[in-house]
Nanobody, 120 residues
Framework: QGQLVESGGDLVQPGGSLRLSCAAS????????MSWYHQAPEKERELVAS????????NYADSVKARFTIARDNAKSTGWLQMNSLKPEDTAVYYC?????????????WGQGTQVTVSS
């Protein structure tokens, strides 16, 4: 059974930076699209960024383009979200998600979330 564990959330001032990590276990990480989502209080969960399994292609929400960078290291079964120039509106719980196939079976995993608070 696969598992994702996020870390790196914290309280940071506007304009600051954070790097979130997502450690995967129990799955062949290189077969999975990895994504980061965030969910602010009383709002729906939204896609922030995603990265393809092996070719490194990425996709970002317009609100984070040029500020956030998603990356992965398949050898370490780990992904990251580097967040720069943070704004108060980035405050949310951030979740890591992995979707892929093992054989013919589709699997989807979510982490437990990590809180990011941007405030002075």
């Amino acid at each position: 059974q696969g598992q994702l564990v996020e870390s790196g959330g914290d309280l940071v001032q506007p304009g600051g930076s954070l790097r979130l990590s997502c450690a995967a276990s129990g799955l062949t990480f290189s077969r999975y699209v990895m994504s980061w989502y965030h969910q602010a209080p009383e709002k729906e969960r939204e896609l922030v960024a995603s990265i393809a399994p092996t070719d490194g292609s990425t996709n970002y929400a317009d609100s984070v383009k040029a500020r956030f960078t998603i990356a992965r290291d398949n050898a370490k079964s780990t992904g990251w979200l580097q967040m720069n120039s943070l704004k108060p509106e980035d405050t949310a719980v951030y979740y890591c998600r992995a979707v892929g196939y093992e054989g013919f079976m589709r699997h989807e995993y979510w982490g437990q979330g990590t809180q990011v608070t941007v405030s002075s």
